[in-house]
């Protein structure tokens, strides 16, 4: 298995939300110890993985993948590192990286759809609304 295929394993899964395969799947990429570094350390499996344990309520392995996409993706960071910062209940953390998300979709208009950047705000303002809620 190369990386694209991977990815295009972790893509489906993640769109038909079946979020224990996504996990499974990484599980085992990263307990082969044969396994390539641009596999295992590729931001994108890190992010399907974030997105898997999150859904799955895994916050341990939330943490630990979030902590993998590093400053590959600023907006991911932030947006992984706010729901971690409400999980724990510090909520102007949460705020700030929320803050810093939304700095940072303006650029990123440019190279991706309207779409998916106005379905990112929406999640934000989802989050800022578990916040208020908390």
Known sequence: NNLEDILGKLECYSALSDWEKVSDTVEKLWEEEKRPNEIVN???VSEFA???SWNLKRWDKFQEYTNKIQDKDPYQKNFF???IFIQQNKF???EKC???CRELIDPKMKSRSINQSML???YL???EEIIEYK
């Open 125 to 127: 303002k989802e989050l």
């Open 98 to 100: 929320i803050d810093r």
């Open 42 to 44: 590729n931001y994108k």
């Open 50 to 52: 974030s997105y898997a």
């Open 81 to 83: 590192q706010s729901v």
């Open 92 to 94: 102007k953390s949460a």
């Open 120 to 122: 990112e705000l929406q």
